[in-house]
């Protein structure tokens, strides 16, 4: 079973940068599809972004794209999300998954971590 730790959340001000790092327990590399979501008080579960296994796919929800960025290091078996222009709306709670299909569907995800919180102060 793999175990994800996400880490990097924080405070910031509107406009400011974030780096999340999402760590495996075991080997990811061509084998997971890796993804971000995030749930804001109130709100339901919502994708962020998507990489696929070998790193070459990516795709992000229309909210984000142009400000963040998704990628992976599997020799680290880590994913990272940059996130840059954060705004009010992206504060939430961060969760990486892990799965094998590429999907913006969360139950297409088997493996999940705590989560990280992400908070922007306007």
């Known amino acids: 079973q793999v175990q994800l730790a996400e880490s990097g959340g924080g405070s910031v001000q509107a406009g400011g940068s974030l780096r999340l790092s999402c760590t495996a327990s075991?080997?990811?590399?061509?084998?997971?599809?890796m993804g971000w979501f995030r749930r804001a008080p109130g709100k339901e579960r919502e994708w962020v972004s998507t990489?696929?296994?070998?790193?070459?796919?990516?795709s992000y929800a229309d909210s984000v794209k142009g400000r963040f960025t998704i990628s992976r290091d599997d020799a680290k078996n880590t994913v990272y999300l940059q996130m840059n222009g954060l705004e009010s709306e992206d504060m939430a709670m961060y969760y990486c998954?892990?799965?094998?299909?590429?999907?913006?569907?969360?139950?297409?995800?088997?493996?999940w971590g705590q989560g990280t919180q992400v908070t922007v102060s306007s």
């Open positions: 998954a892990a799965g094998v299909v590429v999907s913006t569907n969360p139950q297409m995800y088997t493996y």
């Open positions: 075991e080997l990811i590399s061509d084998t997971y599809v």
């Open positions: 990489i696929g296994k070998s790193g070459r796919l990516t």
